[in-house]
T-cell receptor, first 111, second 117 residues
Framework: SQTIHQWPATLVQPVGSPLSLECTVEGTSNPNLYWYRQAAGRGLQLLFYSVGIGQISSEVPQNLSASRPQDRQFILSSKKLLLSDSGFYLC??????????FGSGTRLTVV | AQKVTQAQTEISVVEKEDVTLDCVYETRDTTYYLFWYKQPPSGELVFLIRRNSFDEQNEISGRYSWNFQKSTSSFNFTITASQVVDSAVYFCALSDLNSNSGYALNFGKGTSLLVTP
């Protein structure tokens, strides 16, 4: 079964600073990868998904971007953080749309 | 488009009470998967169950049970004899072939369950 390593667990960043969150997957090849965001007290919103290296699709327009430089590496970035970017970010993967694995999440606070 | 509705935003029960969390879904596909996840305060998602659209058999796992009814597009989750450790946010989610999001799970907004002693 697959495992997701996601870091950091907690991050406090000032408004206007850059962001880079990384997620790596073990135990599978060519998975579909996803970034979700959960704002305080709200549900899980899909931000980006990737079906292969270099293939990124965005679900909502926002201040963030994603990249997949390697098969099992998924990166979420921002050039300039906004207060509204605060939230809990989860990386997820599935090799077969049957079994989904989630990372432990990054709690981002923009101050 | 697929959609998952969890109408109950918050539920509060006293320990040992039974509680049912509702989930209603919409999809145009005949093949799909339904999931339930638990999110404790620490934030990680804990997988509880997966059901495919061709298996309507209800399932029981300890104090947990799930009632899947295609006729009403519902996949409800019941906790019997609730315990304080059951306090968490519970998410229902859907994945179907018609998804144009790389088979991303589509989540409901979650139900926050508080079990008090």
């Amino acid at each position: 079964s697959q495992t997701i390593h996601q870091w950091p667990a907690t991050l406090v960043q000032p408004v206007g600073s850059p962001l880079s969150l990384e997620c790596t997957v073990e135990g599978t090849s060519n998975p579909n990868l996803y970034w979700y965001r959960q704002a305080a007290g709200r549900g899980l919103q899909l931000l980006f998904y990737s079906v292969g290296i270099g293939q990124i699709s965005s679900e909502v327009p926002q201040n963030l971007s994603a990249s997949r430089p390697q098969d099992r590496q998924f990166i979420l970035s921002s050039k300039k953080l906004l207060l509204s970017d605060s939230g809990f970010y989860l990386c997820a993967c599935t090799p077969d749309r049957y079994g989904y694995t989630f990372g432990s999440g990054t709690r981002l606070t923009v101050v | 488009a697929q959609k998952v509705t969890q109408a109950q935003t918050e539920i509060s029960v006293v320990e040992k009470e039974d509680v049912t969390l509702d989930c209603v879904y919409e999809t145009r596909d005949t093949t799909y998967y339904l999931f339930w996840y638990k999110q404790p305060p620490s934030g990680e998602l804990v997988f509880l169950i997966r059901r495919n659209s061709f298996d309507e058999q209800n399932e029981i796992s300890g104090r947990y049970s799930w009632n899947f009814q295609k006729s009403t597009s519902s996949f409800n989750f019941t906790i019997t004899a609730s315990q304080v450790v059951d306090s968490a946010v519970y998410f229902c989610a859907l994945s179907d072939l018609n998804s144009n999001s790389g088979y991303a799970l589509n989540f409901g907004k979650g139900t926050s369950l508080l079990v008090t002693p």
